[in-house]
Structures are given as C-alpha cells and as structure tokens.
C-alpha cells in the first residue's frame, strides 16, 4: 500500500490547529481538516475521504495545493 501523502512544513502543528479552528466556513473547515488529518494521522486519502464525506481527488488536490503554494483560502 502506498504511504500517506507527505505535508510540507509551512506551519508547526500549533499553528496548524489554530489554523483549522479559525476556518470561515464549512468548505474551507473541509479543506483545513483534509490538510491537517493528512498531517496528524497521518491518514491515507481514502481514509480523510471517508471522514470528511468528499471525494479522494479533492483531497489530493487540495493536498497539492497546500504542499505548492501553503496556506489554502
């Protein structure tokens, strides 16, 4: 099985958390939580699919996204 994806350090795990609580709304909570229980878990995409009830290709786009350019929103 392939490993979980792997989060560039752009925050500490602090930061991150405060980051997820302070999210404006629920799409933007979706992407955060996808971020940071990637990071934790760290949980593979088909798992933080599963939690957050979006699709695998979200979380990996949003995981791309995160890792290119950092914070998302």
Same mark, same amino acid.
């Given at each position: 099985m392939r490993r979980p994806a792997r989060i @560039?350090? *752009?925050m500490s795990t602090e @930061? =991150?958390? =405060?980051w997820v609580k302070e999210a404006?709304?629920? @799409?933007a909570l979706k992407r955060r939580?996808?971020? *940071?229980?990637?990071?934790?878990?760290p949980f593979h995409a088909h798992e933080v699919t599963t939690m957050l009830q979006v699709s695998k290709?979200? +979380? *990996? #786009? *949003? +995981?791309? #996204?995160?890792n290119r350019?950092?914070?998302l929103d």
């Open positions: @560039e350090p *752009w @930061e =991150m958390a =405060m404006p709304d629920k @799409e939580l996808a971020i *940071w229980l990637t990071h934790i878990g290709s979200a +979380v *990996w #786009q *949003w +995981v791309r #996204q995160y350019l950092g914070l």
